[in-house]
């Protein structure tokens, strides 16, 4: 789809479709709708007093109209006025938008209008945009039969009024493009099989990314791994015939003396379970379990491609998690790149040991912060839902401002404790850590667990367990890989805040 920013009014627009939103609880028409209803002589009106349209959150009513440019107004709902926030607006234009497009028209538009004085008018089109460019997400590279039938729209037209905020509109639209595009990304490499989505192919995608503006890529094999010692990511590796790889994206978009922002993502290609065999029901979605590495792939795109002035690193150790007679067993124990050994209760909790050696080799780089991703636990999504990460860290200035990226984004995530009681349960008898904390509070002791390998830097953990991959449709969001935590670490590093004062 192309978007083009166009200055002018848009009721003397010839388009397909227009997209025009109402607040429920306003009496009358405002702004561009009460223009539009005035040329088309009260039919906009008439379908709200009729009680046909109600203006409810993403509730919509389509109008052919006889004596305007435009041929369709669809009319979307933003809900309550008071109740109203900038995810309303993804939420409503991401529904309008997939309305059209299953109509089969191709040229919609929209105009960028003020609903609410505490967004600008830049922030409201980012929202829009995103919301649009998230809707329409369709996974279609694995459909032969009727391919036809898949409907896209070909060109959006976003339109303002006034001449003054074009320039910042338009570099929102922009901004919203390139970080929309890395979530569609994500779930691209989300949604791919474990056949077509390996530890190598996922190297391979990192490449593609190694050729943007100021990045580069290494990708470690296992022999270096080996070498260096992380024999917790090689113990995961050992029943795969795929070779592990750990992705080193570096993107320098600030001076080179500056400090350096660490990323870390899961990157499990296919979580069997290993020997501690999962269930075979909905084993299939565990070609997810790498939501966490493509998201911080994704991110470093968008990062460069926004031209971010900070230090990233993006780590993702990459490997498949699979029974065979090579595979590492109960009871093995593994002696981490850090020097600390961990006895392995289940293979199933194969995350946090390939995890362990990427936050120590994280280290390396002295970060003034590490955050990591990680569809780490079941118990997440116990604990939360579908729709909401974990969060758990050692510094609460850190923490504060992943809250706020989480409230300006719409991925909500709620903070879980990670008391020093929760440590007892991750002692081993024999090594210094046991790999499971047994039942109770599986999603901190987990981090837990994390927390001995990311040392004394200020550290993030995002469990994205529950909103990584989705089994129902949401606003913006078709079921399946949702590229969770791509939006929020952008958002994040857009309003970076360093340093951390260690509490
Ligand atoms: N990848 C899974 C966690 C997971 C489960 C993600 C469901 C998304 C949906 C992880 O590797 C795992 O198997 N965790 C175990 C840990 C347990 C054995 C300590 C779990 O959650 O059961
Ligand atoms: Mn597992
Ligand atoms: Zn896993």
């Known amino acids: 789809m192309k978007i083009n920013v166009r200055r002018g009014d848009i009721t003397e627009q010839k388009t397909a479709a227009l997209i025009v939103t109402h607040f429920e609880d306003v009496v009358g028409l405002e702004g561009i709708a009460a223009s539009l209803d005035q040329k088309c002589r009260g039919a906009i009106g008439d379908l709200i007093k009729s009680g046909d349209f109600d203006g409810k959150l993403c509730k919509s009513s389509l109008l052919h109209t006889r004596d305007l440019p435009t041929a369709r107004i669809l009319l979307i709902g933003l809900g309550k006025r008071v109740e109203f926030n900038i995810d309303k607006l993804r939420e409503a234009y991401a529904k309008a938008a997939v ?109 593609q990314i190694g050729r943007l503006k100021n990045v580069k890529l290494k990708v470690m094999e296992e022999a270096e791994m080996k070498e260096l010692g992380m024999n917790s990511l090689l113990g995961v590796a050992k029943g795969s015939d795929e070779a592990a790889k750990f992705i080193i994206l570096e993107y320098q978009g600030g001076k080179k003396a500056e400090p350096l922002i660490a990323l ?52 993702v150790p990459a490997t498949e998690n699979l029974p ?68 758990m860290g050692n510094n609460n200035k850190l923490k504060a401002l992943v809250c706020e990226a989480s409230a300006r ?17 991750i002692k081993s008898d024999i090594a210094d850590y046991r790999n499971s904390g047994g039942r109770a509070a599986g999603t901190i002791t987990a981090a837990a667990f994390l927390s001995k390998f990311a040392g004394e830097f200020p550290w993030v953990h995002l469990d994205i367990a529950g909103p990584a991959w989705l089994s129902k449709d949401r606003p913006y969001a078709p079921k399946g890989a949702s590229g969770a935590g791509v939006r929020l670490l952008i958002d994040l590093l857009r309003h970076w805040k360093a340093p951390f004062v260690a509490e």
């Open 99 to 207: 309305i059209l497009r299953d109509l089969n028209l191709r040229n919609i538009a929209l105009a960028v209008e003020l609903p609410d004085e505490r967004w600008t008018l830049a922030e409201t089109a980012e929202a829009i945009i995103e919301g649009v460019c998230l809707g329409l997400y369709q996974y279609t590279p694995f459909k032969t039969v009727e391919r036809d039938k898949i409907k896209e729209i070909d060109e959006l037209a976003v339109w303002v009024a006034d001449k003054a905020s074009f320039p910042d509109v338009n570099a929102a639209v922009e901004r919203a493009e390139i970080v929309s595009s890395a979530v569609n990304y994500v779930r691209d490499l989300v949604s791919a099989p474990s056949n077509e989505m390996t530890p190598s192919d996922l190297a391979g995608e990192a490449e």
């Open 264 to 315: 870390v993502g899961k990157g499990i290609t296919f979580d069997s379970g290993g020997i501690s065999i999962k269930p075979a029901e909905k084993m299939e979605e565990m070609k997810s379990d790498m939501a966490g590495g493509a998201a911080v792939l994704g991110t470093i795109m968008a990062a460069a491609k926004l031209a971010l002035p900070l230090n990233i690193v993006g780590l």
């Open 409 to 425: 984004t719409g991925e909500k995530l709620w903070e879980l404790p990670l008391w020093d009681d929760y440590h007892e349960q």
């Open 324 to 391: 065979s007679g090579h595979a590492y067993k109960p009871g093995d124990i593994l002696k981490s790149l850090s020097g600390q050994t961990i006895e392995v209760i289940t293979t199933d909790a194969e995350g946090r040991l390939i995890l362990a050696d990427a936050l120590t080799y994280a280290g390396k780089f002295k970060p003034e912060a590490i955050i990591d991703l990680a569809t780490l636990t079941g118990a997440c999504v116990i604990a939360l839902g579908d729709y909401v990460m974990g969060m």
